[in-house]
């Protein structure tokens, strides 16, 4: 979602609940950094899933040439 669009859906959020508004203002920084271990989590999986990729593929590369 675009920034603009997030930042108008918090304001009428603030307008309506405030508290609930406020609150989310304060939880999203601390979700964000609780997910930061599996989106670590998930770059070492792609790369271990490249890499298996890449021995598997490595004979049909040798001999296509």
Not at 36 to 43: K, V, Y
Request: glycine share 6%; charged share 10%.
């Amino acid at each position: 979602m675009p920034e603009v669009v997030k930042f108008l859906l918090w304001c009428i959020l603030f307008v309506l609940c405030w508290p609930l508004a406020l609150l989310a203002l304060v939880v999203y920084p601390l979700v964000w950094i609780l997910l930061i271990p599996l989106r670590l989590a998930g770059i070492a999986v792609d790369g271990v899933f490249g890499l298996l990729r890449g021995v598997v593929m490595l004979p049909a590369r040798l001999v296509s040439r």
